[in-house]
């Protein structure tokens, strides 16, 4: 039974599946074959010039691409149908995919032209939406992840790839941190063992994370086929070279084992699985990501106001991604980033040369993904070109950089001298077009556009050649769909026809003759054309191969082009914005003078810098009104430790910053409705998870904690999670807090300080200073925020009163 089908839930069977073969059509036999092995699947069934769909498959792809659906043959054997010209493929794919549906592509696997009977047609790939390639299905500034998942007992293991770029990665880690993963990685699919569907607990992170799961049997996922799979396909004796543990090497088997089951076709440029090494890098979960708005502000999800708005000034759809990559996996290690830091510090420095490299990248495609269709088969003449200009900018890169960044020094002279050679400049976008290839580049395809350009003067050429050679002066070489080319010789001239002439018809005025070398050259001359085309075609096929076989050549320069487009992006956002280069080191402090949040300062005219020293193992407890600036405070303050662990330069005068090993933030919460959590519950949840997961060597930030309860329930929990971190977890701590109770906690902890933001009155006014100072708030000015907010008069008033009563011990 087909696998796919067993796996598949609630499906029912079309009736149609059930028509014995024998009283359809031949291409509805092909159709309906093809679909029993697929049947989770819509068929797009190449049939010449278009994609068609038949029976349910079309019904459904009538609705979902609002095509007109139409029918297929009389009677019995009368079909539903709908299909899309084979140019508008992509576009309609891309709609198909993303509506959720799994889609194969079947082909025709023989010219038709060439054909006895039926066309053989067979799947060449399904696409789904973590197996996509093509450049229109994809967004070029984001990866587009598949991810394999399996677990034993508390561990997880997961492997990850992109088919469009070949990277691939595998580790494993505690169950707790598949939701840090899936935020890192955030694939559009997860392909999971039948017996993992029972694990409600993986399948709700999966949901939450909008993941498209795909259910394959167990022994998929079987450590020894793993192994087997993984040797053939990287062409290895042995795993181990990998580095993955057990349960890795199950994942990445049953990773790979999906894509080929898939994808049918090349995959050597998946060459290498990298290791997910999370002592490495700074876990950031999907919380801490958005309260941060590393990536999605929190007020409509768009890109505005985000701190990957502020730095990705990037120059290719590689170093974007690259940088996507860098800020959701922030580094440990001092060295590593300084040897980042080093780059960019020279990039501020020598502007003229940051301008020259940013102009240089301005000539950079998408390597990483070009490389990939020409390993997969989609890559087309202008790919080609593509690729070309984009590998010919490396020499005059490593020209400007010296030996003040790392390039990769792979040798790719010999793609760009053979697609210099061969394609032409402005190819078409089809590869069975023709015209692709220059002249001169191959001596059997310039004699055929010779031909097919002066085949009259050729058949000219002949007849007066004939003429010579019989003294037949009166000899023409005429055409008729008949006989073609032949020669026509008068009667009185017919006892001079030489022995080796072939007569073909006799005319009221003479004879019709042909000759072989006649015959060569009409065949030359009227197939000249489709020879071309064949021919380019095969050429073209060739060069392809040749660079393909300088994959990991290219892929390494790809890799360094990305990064050096990040590091020209960070210096050039430095420059810009007078940032200053961090210190790093490991005294768990953190000290920042005159410090700025990088995105607010670009969106107000005035905005204040702040200091910032957080000692080890100090809480914080910040008080003061709303509006005043505490969430930003705190934002800002993560937001250069990050900006920091991932190599870039900080808006501060200067900074000193003790590596963090995470950053926590819980900041504002509402309700879950699609789990039924309060505001409160959700509060709590987020709570709990940074007090079981953050060490001594994380960052924390906390925004009123318990104000989702009642007053006396929330200061409680406050106090007591602020008791815990201090007197536990020791971790770096920013506390905002409306209960000024918490203030007394310094009394009993030394680690625990108290600062409050600024404010002026100026009789029933304030003003927010913005500037954070030592001491509590005496005041909650809520009242005063009140009235700014538009509250109406006769409200404020009667709340000063309500205020007054209150403070003086008086019941309402």
Known sequence: MDLTNFLKTGSVVSSYLDIPLEKLTPGMQQFVTVKKQHPDCLLLFRMGDFYETFYDDAKIVAKELDIVLTARGQGDKRAPLAGVPYHALEPNLAKLVKNGHKVAIVEQLEDPKLAKGLVKRGVVR???????????????????????????EAMIACAVCDISTGEFFAGQADIDLLPALLSRFNPAECIVPVSLTVNEEILEQLKKHDVIVQKRFDDTFGHDKSVRLLLEHFKLNSVDGFGLEDLSVCASGALLNYIIDTQKTNLSYINKISVLNLGKTMILDAQTMRNLELFKNIRDGSLRGTLLSVLDQTRTSMGSRLLRKWMKEPLLDAAVLNQRLDSVEWLVKNSIARHDLIALLNEVHDVERLIGRVNYGTANARDLIALKQSLAVVPRLREVVGNHISLSSADVNDVVGIIERAIADEPPLSVREGNMLRRGYHEELDKLHDIKKNGALIIRGLEEKEKESTGIKTMKVKFNNVFGYFFEVSKSAIDRVPEHYIRKQTTANGERYITPELKEQEDLILHAEEKILELEFLLFQDIVKHVAGKTVEVQSVAMSLSQLDVLCSFGSVAAARRYVRPILNDSGIIELKQSRHPVLEQLEQYYVPNDVVLNDAELRIITGPNMAGKSSFMRQAALCVLLAQIGCFVPAASAKIGIVDRIFTRVGASDDLATGQSTFMVEMTETA????????????????????????????????????????IKAKTLFATHYHHLNGLSSAFSDVTNYSVAVKEDGDEIIFLHKLVEGSADKSYGIHVARLAGLPADVVKRAKELQGKLEEGDSL
């Open 689 to 728: 998870q940074i007090l079981n997961n953050a060490t001594a060597r994380s960052l924390i930030i906390l925004d009123e904690i318990g104000r989702g309860t009642s007053t006396f329930d929330g200061m409680s929990i406050a106090w007591s999670v602020a008791e815990f971190i201090v007197s536990k």
């Open 126 to 152: 399904i696409v789904t939406p973590g197996m996509m390639i093509d450049q229109g299905l994809l967004d070029d500034k984001s990866n587009n992840y598949v991810m394999a998942l399996t677990a034993h």
